[in-house]
């Protein structure tokens, strides 16, 4: 897989800068308006942008080096364990994280040199590239609801394209990752709608589904993410169209709706899974769903344990 890059201006620190100030000085003093009034998404958010207006949040560098790291034939468990602990905020998330009933053992977790041992180099760097993209992009405090299922659909996404991909012997960490970003557009277009005083409402929620593939890409551009997330991101509700990485983006989608299912089975049965075209087009048929969905119990534990 090829490494991540990331800009690593303000990257070091300590605390996760998130957007929310980024956008709190063009909240403006513009009257609320309408969804139906409200300008062009995608269109407005370029301009400011592309004016230096407004910033995308930062990932800090750790953890792309610690992702990208454990994922290379010489990982050195040594040398990622000195990356953590330098930033205190990751160490303790990947302790809590360890700690929680869905990885921890008899034993308490005390240690960051205990917790690669327990979960080895690459839960551990799912782990840490998970709680610092919930910190850099997730958090607000105005639509605190809202950016909580944006979160625990990315994460379970990417919980479940990690059980997709073993399935079918395809790259876990890629799919992993591919999950973990799929809908960052999403926080971002919630927030920048926030910020042009737009109500907030059922409409404005299609608004935000709409606009979410476009504004990502432009953050998978400025964090120069790898191919198949950029296409993901771009194309997951639409992988048909997909210029290339189809496959990944296909599962991506595949993968939502099993999270979709997992965490709302009233409206997502199993039964309307199995005729899933996304499953189908990766060649998970009947018997193959049913051996996915009994790993559903030990997935949402997963998915808990970062909340």
Not at 152 to 161: D, I, K, N, Q, Y
């Amino acid at each position: 897989m090829r490494c991540l890059g990331a800009r690593e201006e303000r990257a070091d620190k300590a605390d996760y800068p998130t957007s929310d100030t980024m956008l709190e000085s063009i909240a403006a003093t513009a009257p609320p308006v309408t969804p139906g009034e409200a300008p062009d998404l995608v269109t407005e958010f370029n301009r400011k942008l592309d004016a230096g207006e407004i910033e995308l949040p930062f990932l800090p560098a750790t953890a792309f080096k610690v992702f990208n790291l454990a994922n290379s034939p010489d990982a050195d468990a040594r040398e990622i364990a000195e990356l953590v602990e330098k930033d205190q905020k990751i160490a303790s998330d990947v302790l809590r994280v360890a700690n929680s009933a869905a990885f921890s053992g008899q034993a308490e977790i005390v240690t960051l040199r205990q917790a690669i041992t327990r979960l080895g180099l690459k839960v551990l760097s799912e782990i840490v590239l998970g709680t610092a993209l919930k910190a850099s992009v997730y958090e607000d405090k105005h639509n605190l609801d809202r950016m909580q299922l944006y979160w625990r659909e990315g994460l379970g996404a990417a919980l479940w394209a990690k059980e997709v991909a073993r399935m079918r012997r395809a790259n876990v960490e890629t799919a992993y990752l591919c999950g973990l970003l799929h809908n960052v557009g999403k926080p971002l277009s919630l927030k920048f709608l926030a910020s042009l005083n737009v109500l907030q409402d059922d409409e404005l929620v299609q608004i935000v589904d709409v606009a979410a593939p476009q504004i990502g890409a432009r953050l998978a551009e400025n964090w120069k993410l790898p191919g198949p997330a950029r296409m993901c991101i771009e194309y997951y509700n639409n992988y048909h169209e997909a210029p290339d990485y189809r496959e990944d983006a296909c599962g991506v989608y595949a993968s939502l709706m099993l999270t979709r299912h997992m965490l709302d089975e009233e409206n997502v049965s199993a039964d309307g899974l199995v005729g899933d075209e996304s499953l189908q087009s990766l060649n998970i048929y009947p018997e193959d769903l049913g051996k996915l969905l009994d790993k559903k119990s030990r997935v949402a534990a997963e998915l808990e344990s970062f909340s």
